[in-house]
């Protein structure tokens, strides 16, 4: 199903005071209490490849929410749309062409008919989010990083032993992946990786270069990177 869905306005949400007291008061139902927000970015603009007909121009710039049910997007045109966490298969800090950003992969599974049965298939969507600010960008992926992991995988293989995978800043090595006797990437991989590996942001390798005091700014400060596992095998 798409990754990506239209919306004509912003979910209900609260702030976590606000949660915490419907949650202290009893409520009959605790499905009916809104989402908490756990972040808000105004000005921002999002890219989206392959890109959606119903956002365009200025549908592409409004705010960003960060909410614990769903991450939500919507336009000062009315428009806009909201991606539910199990679709994000990858995000992390890019410093692609467009600009600092957070980059996120979107796994969009479909059915087809393949004359037995239904088979399903899966296709990638790629969404970019460009703050008005660098400096939000580590609020925003410290907070789509907290949401996502409420939202695990239930698809994922619960035998092949991958969690969310937090990259530990002292322990991070980013090797480039080569290939050996039991491993190779097809072609469309291998233009997969390179394109990865072009635009995410890798902190430590400018750590190792710089002095300690010379450091400074988001874009020198350490990142994670989240690759959640989809299921399907490297």
Sequence with gaps: MPAIHPITSVPAYSSQEEYASIVASTPTSFNDIPAVIKHKEDNVTVAVDPPIPELSGDGLKGTLYVLTSVLVFFSASGRGFQVEYPSITLHAVSRGESGPSI??????????????????????????????????????????????????DNDADEDDGLDDAFIDPSTAN???????EDEELSEVGRA?????????????????????????GVEEQNAEAVKKSNGTDS
């Design 103 to 152: 980059y996120c992969q979107l796994d969009e599974t479909h059915e087809q008919q393949n004359g037995v049965g239904e088979e399903e298939y899966s296709d990638m969507r790629e969404l970019s989010i460009i703050p008005s600010s660098p400096d939000s960008l580590e609020k925003i992926f410290k907070a789509l990083s907290e949401c996502a992991s409420l939202h695990p």
């Design 174 to 180: 980013f090797e480039t992946f080569t290939g050996g």
């Design 192 to 216: 997969a990786l390179a394109h990865l590996e072009s635009i995410i942001y890798n902190p430590f390798e400018d750590a190792e270069d710089k002095p300690a005091h010379a450091t400074g």
